[in-house]
T-cell receptor, first 114, second 112 residues
Framework: NAGVTQTPKFQVLKTGQSMTLQCAQD?????MSWYRQDPGMGLRLIHY???????DQGEVPNGYNVSRSTTEDFPLRLLSAAPSQTSVYFC?????????????FGPGTRLTVL | GDSVTQMEGPVTLSEEAFLTINCTYT??????LFWYVQYPGEGLQLLLK?????DKGSNKGFEATYRKETTSFHLEKGSVQVSDSAVYFC???????????FGKGTRLHILP
């Protein structure tokens, strides 16, 4: 199993550009989520999905879109990049929503918006 | 609301020292508690977990006991190694459909 994979590893954008961060998992996990990690802020939830065709907003959803057309993939779209979106982005998945289920994280995408 | 508070870092120790990273929580129900570790340049990975009061989670020499009376889940290791240098996150989950709530992380530096 590859686990949770993310591409790209690094990206530099100019303000106003759009892009998609890719996330895929091969563990047949129902639950997938996107976080951003900023210094001193810990991890903040952007969007999450409890299954194909279902998405919902997390703590900081503004400026981001997601879709879940398959169980495996959960891309994160930045509609019009802003410097405030400079961050490290992590995708995570878990088998389900039970309270004892651990989350598996991808290696992250480091995004810089100029 | 539900929250996790962990000691601020960075924590710097010499190799073979005893480690404690404090974590306390506030929760309306009976949460599961987790410690995740993030090594440099990587994503988070589960270190250990406990799902009910008085449970002890353990892995790689690390331990944490779920203390309901003090709402704590402190991480301990008897003898740290340089390879333990990382950021450690305490986390909780209260209800089935709720999200995992993470603390802000504690950076640990181990000196040889």
């Amino acid at each position: 199993n590859a686990g949770v994979t993310q591409t790209p590893k690094f990206q530099v954008l100019k303000t106003g550009q759009s892009m998609t961060l890719q996330c895929a998992q091969d563990m047949n996990h129902e639950y997938m989520s996107w976080y951003r990690q900023d210094p001193g802020m810990g991890l903040r939830l952007i969007h999450y999905s409890v299954g194909a065709g279902i998405t919902d907003q997390g703590e900081v959803p503004n400026g981001y879109n997601v879709s879940r057309s398959t169980t495996e993939d959960f891309p994160l779209r930045l509609l019009s990049a802003a410097p405030s979106q400079t961050s490290v982005y992590f995708c995570a998945s878990s088998k389900g929503t039970a309270i004892y289920n651990e989350q598996f994280f991808g290696p992250g995408t480091r995004l810089t918006v100029l | 609301g539900d929250s996790v508070t962990q000691m601020e870092g960075p924590v710097t120790l010499s190799e073979e020292a005893f480690l404690t990273i404090n974590c306390t929580y506030t929760a309306t129900g009976y949460p599961s508690l987790f410690w995740y570790v993030q090594y440099p340049g990587e994503g988070l990975q589960l270190l250990l977990k406990a799902t009910k009061a008085d449970d002890k989670g353990s892995n790689k020499g690390f331990e944490a006991t779920y203390r309901k009376e003090t709402t704590s889940f402190h991480l301990e290791k008897g003898s740290v190694q340089v390879s333990d240098s990382a950021v450690y996150f305490c986390a909780l989950k209260v209800n089935r459909d709720d999200k995992i709530i993470f603390g802000k992380g504690t950076r640990l530096h181990i000196l040889p």
